[in-house]
């Protein structure tokens, strides 16, 4: 599909409209400059005054026309960036509801494209603004479902009843550690997580690393009295290490990290089930960590081996079974949504698989795809299910989980996502992960430690974030986790407004 767009000379037009686009059409080309060559031509116009007034026409190659309209007050903007926002949401506004009606598909999201839709709400929330007004804005101007604001709604109440101090966690941090190892790597993986097998020399270099980050960062966080509220290992896959090499790792967390019996939340991916051995859930058990991923993705073995898993449907079953026995009492499940080949009777399949297991949390993915992975790269390999069929499990997701006593307590959505769906945690009654709802909802920093670790610096005034990734291979981070440690306690001094640095 190729879109020529006239109207709209600002160059930041292009990736808003061009993501909006895409929710629509698979390969899609968006000009701001006329094109001859194009499928549908739309004309803008937007005029300014106490207002913005925007008209869009749409020409399809037919002739068919389709016309809209929206105007909506335009409120006094402290800069450039707050004041094209505003216009460029009522472009959007226009942009979609024409292609919505070109198009007869529905996009239940609205103008929304990006990862987090409950950020808004809990900003109006955060504003005392009253939820009737602040539906009626996420319908009005975002053009969001009501079956959307629902579930936005649902998620919000009961992360506020999670973390009833949600607003007030700004002088607390949380750490997320970051280990790149996997047994093999998934084809729609775009983590950092490199095959384990045959590198482990640069593991050991690794975690030394690993280890001076954890050190360096705890003494900074004790010097400063800053509390930690949660802990997630993740990655990769953080039990691919050694069960020794574990044990060692959290005793350094016990060693360097400020009052660890306190932290609200410990987990550890233990995604792979290839990975779990009896000496390794001792070792969990040894430091109280007990909330763990084992991630089926599906139940389906065709499945697994389509996407690159080399495990048995049957070792996740065991090894979920062997945790339980051995004290795990918090266990989270993923599934995906629309692996290849799968549809409505795997999904069902997969459902009911999980039900024999009752895990306290389960994650629902809808498939992305990431443009860096295997099966991005090979597309045409993987036979994936429609829009309406990802929709379809979606729904039956929702009703199990529903049926279950699970309910939704985290959201976030990804680019190139199946049927512009979501990704969704559901939990058992608490048994909601705090981590995640605190790194969704951007609330407080978040320090990254450890390959591909990305931290967030939260500023506790302005709320402004500040990105810092550590570097993604581990090659790279061996030879400079020095440099990005003394980065980040840089970054600490400035948000929590310490003055002097640390020899
Ligand atoms: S187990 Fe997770 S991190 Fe590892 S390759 Fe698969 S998707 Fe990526």
Known sequence: MRIS???????????????IA???????????????EHDLSIA???????????????????GT????????????????????????????????????????ITQKWGILTGIRPTKLLHRQMQKQVPKSIAHQQLREEYLITDEKIELMQQIVDRQLSV??????????????????????????????????????????????????????????????????????????????????????????????????????EITVEAGR??????????????????????????????TLKAIGRHHTVEETIDKFHLAREMGMNNINMDLIIGLPGEGVEEFSYSLNETEKLMPESLTVH???FKRASEMTRNKDKYKVADRMEAEKMMNMAESWTREHNYAPYYLYRQKNILGNLENVGYSLPNQDSIYNILIM???????????????KFIHPETGEITHFANPKDPKTYNDSFEKYTEDKIQLLNEHFNIQESRA
């Open 366 to 368: 809808t498939l992305s």
């Open 5 to 19: 767009i006239t109207g709209l000379a600002d160059e930041r037009y292009h990736r808003p409209l061009r993501l």
């Open 273 to 302: 089930p290839d990975t779990i051995t009896p000496e390794k859930l001792e070792v969990l058990k040894k430091w109280h960590i007990d909330r763990i991923s084992i991630n089926p993705q599906s139940y389906t073995q065709e």
């Open 44 to 62: 803008f116009t937007v005029q300014l005054t106490e207002t913005i007034h925007v008209e869009g026409v749409l020409i399809d190659k037919e």
């Open 22 to 36: 895409n929710l629509f059409f698979e390969e899609c080309i968006v000009s701001l400059t006329p094109q001859k």
């Open 163 to 264: 973390i009833p101090d949600l607003y007030d966690l700004q002088k607390e941090v949380s750490i997320y550690i970051g280990i790149p190892f996997c047994p093999t790597k998934c084809a729609y993986c775009t983590f950092p997580a490199y095959a384990i097998n045959g590198r482990q020399g640069s593991v050991d270099s690794f975690l030394g690393g690993l280890h001076y980050e954890m050190k360096t960062i705890g003494e900074w966080l004790k010097a400063n009295n800053v509390k930690i509220t949660t802990v997630y290992y993740g990655g990769g896959t953080p039990t691919s290490i050694s069960a020794e090499e574990m044990d060692m790792l959290y005793e350094e967390m016990y060693d360097s990290f400020p009052d660890v019996e306190h932290i609200r």
């Open 65 to 104: 026309k389709e016309k809209a309209t929206y105007e909506k007050a335009l409120m006094p903007a402290s800069n450039d960036k707050e004041h094209f926002k505003q216009v460029k949401n009522a472009v959007a506004h226009v942009y979609l509801t024409i292609l919505q009606e070109w198009t007869g």
């Open 441 to 455: 909802e951007e609330q407080q920093t978040i320090i990254g430690i450890g390959c591909g670790a990305a931290s």
